[in-house]
Every structure is written in C-alpha cells, then in structure tokens.
T-cell receptor, first 109, second 115 residues
Framework: EDQVTQSPEALRLQEGESSSLNCSYTVSGLRGLFWYRQDPGKGPEFLFTLYSAGEEKEKERLKATLTKKESFLHITAPKPEDSATYLCAVQAGGSRLTFGEGTQLTVNP | DTEVTQTPKHLVMGMTNKKSLKCEQHMGHRAMYWYKQKAKKPPELMFVYSYEKLSINESVPSRFSPECPNSSLLNLHLHALQPEDSALYLC??????????????FGPGTRLTVL
C-alpha cells in the first residue's frame, strides 16, 4: 500500500527565515510526486511535479527536490503570503493520488 | 491556461433536497475527478472519469451520483445527504496518458453544508 508522511505537521517561521518541508513516501513504481499549496477553503494549487530521483524544480521562493525515499520543499526567505498548507502526493499505477496529511505553514511578518 | 471552474461556490441543503455540483474545464483533459475534503484533512478520491466513462468509484454511497455529459463537464448529483456529508467538494482534471501529463489540476471547490 502506498504511504506518504509529511513533516512537520505545522511550522511557524519569521519572514525571511528559510526552512524545508519533508515528504517521505513508500510506493511501488513511482510515476510522479506532486506538491500543492492550499489556502483555507480553496482548492489545491499545483506547484511541482517530480518524476525521478535527483530531479529539482524551482518557482520563485520554492524549490522541490526528490530522492528515492523522500522529497523536500525548500522555502527561501519566505513572506507572509507563503502561509498555506502544503500537500504532497504520489502517483503509482493508474491515476490515483495518495496524499500526505499536509504541513501547515505560517510565516509571521 | 490551467483553470478548472466549479459552481456553486457554496451550497446549503436539507437532507431531503436534490442538488447538483458542476465542474468544467477547457484544457482538453480526458480525465476528471471528484474529491471530498474534510477540514484539516487531505482530499479523498470519490470518482474518476476517463474519456467520459466512469473508471473508479471509491465505494461512494449511492446518494452521490456522478455524471460526465461530455469531455469538458462533470456533474455530481446529490440526494438525501447526511450532515456528515458536509465538506469541501473538489473537482480536478488531468491530461492522462503519459507521466508528464498526469498532473491533476484542481478547481476552487464547492463548500457544501447539509442541515
């Protein structure tokens, strides 16, 4: 059975304080690992798709990396508007996504 | 453009009502999904349509009835719901086919309250 564990559950940062979110996964035949950002009461917003170990992708202050066992979402010099819940999901065979529980990030000014 | 639209944004219904949620995408995607999300939990898959045919039903109660009239539209018909069905209902779509196109794009959701 595919499993995804995200840590920490919640993270509070000061504006400008860089940090990383972790997504550990167990899956047979990874097709893709996805990062989404979700604001309260809204749908998840797609951030990145990673397909193979060693792959890295960047977007503004965010950088996602992938190994054979985990993925990291690095946030550099975060701003209050980066506050959200960050969801990690994996896809093996077929179209089903297995989500982690999410990391709730709060960035204080 | 990676937009999925959902209507209505909010819906309040009684347990005897019949209502429908609507989802639309114009990205040419061939797979569409319904998810249910409770507060502080990740989305839970309900149904998947692939090329307008139901391909996955995650043992969802029959009071939820999906419909895919065409490749751009997805409906979720609701009847005789229970208060515990109150949640954010999310629609998503994906290109389907190869790994590089399997990213699911989500709509803004419909906040459903069952009284």
């Amino acid at each position: 059975e595919d499993q995804v564990t995200q840590s920490p559950e919640a993270l509070r940062l000061q504006e400008g304080e860089s940090s990383s979110l972790n997504c550990s996964y167990t899956v047979s035949g990874l097709r893709g690992l996805f990062w989404y950002r979700q604001d309260p009461g809204k749908g998840p917003e797609f951030l990145f798709t990673l397909y193979s170990a060693g792959e890295e992708k960047e977007k503004e202050r965010l950088k996602a990396t992938l190994t054979k066992k985990e993925s990291f979402l690095h946030i550099t010099a975060p701003k209050p508007e980066d506050s959200a819940t960050y969801l990690c999901a994996v896809q093996a065979g077929g179209s089903r996504l297995t989500f982690g529980e999410g990391t709730q990030l709060t960035v204080n000014p | 453009d990676t937009e999925v639209t959902q209507t209505p944004k909010h819906l309040v219904m009684g347990m005897t009502n019949k209502k429908s949620l609507k989802c639309e995408q114009h990205m040419g995607h061939r797979a569409m999904y319904w998810y249910k999300q409770k507060a502080k939990k990740p989305p839970e898959l309900m149904f998947v349509y692939s090329y307008e045919k139901l391909s996955i039903n995650e043992s969802v109660p029959s009071r939820f009835s999906p419909e895919c009239p065409n490749s751009s539209l997805l409906n979720l018909h609701l009847h005789a719901l229970q208060p515990e069905d109150s949640a954010l209902y999310l629609c998503a779509s994906s290109q389907e086919g190869t790994p590089s196109t399997d990213t699911q794009y989500f709509g803004p959701g419909t906040r459903l309250t069952v009284l």
